[in-house]
């Protein structure tokens, strides 16, 4: 059998009395989309910082590519190609749309040092950012200043410059938010495509995405995941009706 990409194994997170996330474990195999619900508040914001490495799990472990990451901090995981990407706007306002993906891609290639040679001028670095700018269709506003991009542009040029640092998975959380239907539609298709290079898992409250997306869905209630399976057996499960699709798709 295939191994998982990322294993997640008993991961626990308290703050104070409340338990944000409660023995949490799931995998994310390859060439997989793996969908994160639950309601507001269930704890699947901090579940991703747990695995990113920006908030310190109480226990558990976080296993990325066989590798034990559980000790390591943002930097490390995310050089060896646990991407994050989204809720952190990362992007330089004042740079050009092309500035940042060169820039991701000069992040990738790890040289703090490089950072001030002329970087549009490595040709190498150019192609890499002009590449990921293709994939996400936003190659006619390579020249336009970021700042007067529109907000899904903007989240687009988010995925281009975590493609420039070729993660081995990405880590999304509500990429869809804010996006309106026609770039929720295309962001869709695109993800749909993304899932062969790196398997993702997905954090979404949009339900027609999570259903046209998902090989695989987790539901996250007050820290604890009930259920995991397909889109056909989690709006089957009796106790995620219950517990968070609501009455409205109970009935
Ligand atoms: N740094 C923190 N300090 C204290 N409590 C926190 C902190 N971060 C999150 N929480 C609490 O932990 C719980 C889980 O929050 P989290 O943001 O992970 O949920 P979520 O499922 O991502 O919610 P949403 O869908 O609204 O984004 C919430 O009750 C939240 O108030």
Sequence with gaps: MTDPLLK?????????????????SLTLMPGEIHALIGPNGAGKSTLIKQIAG??????????FAGR????????????AGLGRTFQISSLAMEYTVLQNTVLGALGHDGGV?????????D??????????????????QAAKRTADLSHGQRRLLEVAVA??????????????????????KRLTGFLDALRVQAPIL?????????FALADRISVLV???????GTADEIKRDPTVREAYLGAEDAA
């Design 8 to 24: 997640l194994s008993h991961l626990n997170k308290s703050f104070g009395a409340l338990k944000a996330t409660d023995d949490v």
């Design 54 to 63: 920006g908030l310190r799990s109480d226990s558990g472990t976080v296993e």
């Design 68 to 79: 034990d990451v559980t000790a390591l901090g943002t930097v490390p995981r995310a050089r």
């Design 113 to 121: 040092m490089r950072f001030f040679r002329p970087v549009m001028k």
């Design 123 to 140: 040709r190498r670095l150019v192609d890499r950012g002009m590449a990921a700018l293709e994939r996400v269709g936003l190659t006619d």
């Design 163 to 184: 493609l420039t640092l070729e993660p081995k998975v990405f880590l999304m959380d509500e990429p869809m938010a804010g996006l309106g239907a026609s770039g929720s």
């Design 202 to 210: 997905l954090v979404e409250h949009d339900m027609d995405a999570v």
């Design 222 to 228: 007050y820290g604890r995941v009930i259920a995991t």
